[in-house]
């Protein structure tokens, strides 16, 4: 039964994919603006890429299955259901490496990316679970990426509940496949780094309206000076995203690696990349948000205006950032790519956004 079933998850993901990039003639014709390199590129992605994370998520979802408690089941199975294209864009590196080091890839991130979506799922959809929770919750992640650090009990503060060694599961899938990757010691501090940001972003971004806002000001204040200019929704965007991560994975495929190499790639992704990242994303689920009153990054700009010039200016400066690294094409066609998957979302037609979409579409020239 399971061989059956991989292969349809592997086709329905496919088709949905394909529905999802073809449904609109703006995202068709962004996609034709990236020329035949960029047309096989993403055929690449789509026929090669996305199979592979379907499978790997398959399996996990086959693990997740098991959970003996009904409330972290329903929430490890979500992560999956409703988070797969996730995994599938940040794999999207493995579109530009040979064979056997993209499998190796896909596989880490399928892990990791899993482990960050089901945190985010236990931390926003489980009533009664605590910051301290938010914290030794993130643990897992910190551990993933260093086994140089002693596995914990991740729930010891919350959610309560069995989840039959799901978690540690993840970590410990996360683990090995890190460790078939040839380089990833010269990339682990960078990446255990960009990590401890992010949990510390998931403990601060949670509570009231007005104290969560003050709580990230007040982590943002003592990094001011590091991250430039950037707002403190800005900073805090930047930290949520795992794309820095993932661009480490995939520099740690190489068999050797030189140190500037690994600083280049992270200051090109964190807090730029990152950052744009994230704000597309809080970009397209601005109503969505406000109507359940969670906190929009993109809402704490002044006005629409100001928050296009801001998105505007932080996409060209990916762009410069990222066409400096010596694979300049791939880590291009990823902003690319991040950049027409939501600015060309169905959700920005509902929301009357096209406008600004356009505009933000013109930084990509």
């Known amino acids: 039964m399971a061989s059956e079933v991989i292969p349809d998850a592997i086709r329905r993901d496919v088709r949905n994919t394909l529905a999802v990039v073809f449904r609109r003639p703006t995202r068709l014709r962004q996609l034709l603006a990236l020329g035949p390199r960029g047309w096989l590129d993403t055929a690449r992605f789509v026929g090669g890429v996305i199979p592979r994370a379907s499978r790997e998520l398959a399996a996990i979802r086959a693990r997740a299955a098991t959970i003996p408690s009904p409330a972290l089941r329903e929430q490890a199975l979500a992560s999956i259901d409703n988070k797969a294209y996730h995994v599938q864009g940040g794999a999207i590196l493995a579109t530009f490496l040979p064979r056997r080091a993209a499998r190796r890839h896909i596989a880490a991130v ?28 993130h643990e897992a992640l910190l551990d993933a990426l260093d086994e140089r650090r002693p596995a914990s009990d991740y729930y010891r503060d919350g959610p309560h509940g069995d989840d039959g060694g799901y978690l540690r599961m993840l970590v410990e899938r996360t683990r090995a496949e890190l460790r078939a990757l040839p380089s990833y010691p010269a990339v682990r501090e960078q990446a255990v780094a960009i990590a401890r940001f992010y949990a510390e972003l ?112 932080l996409v060209a400066t990916s762009l410069t950032r990222v066409r400096a690294l010596a694979d300049a094409r791939q880590h291009r066609f990823l902003v690319q790519a991040m950049c027409v998957f939501y600015l060309t979302h169905p959700k920005v037609f509902e929301q009357g956004l096209e406008a600004e979409s356009a505009a933000l579409l013109r930084a990509l020239d």
């Open 110 to 137: 399928a892990a990791l990316e899993t482990i960050y979506d089901y945190l985010d799922n236990l931390c926003d959809r489980l009533p009664g679970v605590t910051q301290q929770a938010y914290a030794t919750l």
């Open 202 to 313: 998931q403990v601060v971004k949670h509570g009231p309206p007005g104290a969560r806002e003050r709580a990230c000001e007040a982590w943002h204040a003592p990094h001011r000076d590091a991250f430039g200019d950037l707002t403190w929704w800005e900073f805090a965007s930047a930290c949520g995203s795992s794309l820095p991560i993932f661009a480490l994975l995939a520099l740690a495929s190489r068999p050797a690696l030189e140190p500037a190499a690994v600083a280049a790639t992270a200051h090109a992704y964190f807090p730029g990349v990152s950052a744009v990242h994230i704000l597309l994303d809080y970009f397209i689920d601005q109503a969505e948000d406000a109507t359940h009153g969670e906190l929009n990054f993109v809402a704490c700009y002044g006005s629409r205006a100001e928050s296009v010039a801001r998105l505007h200016r």
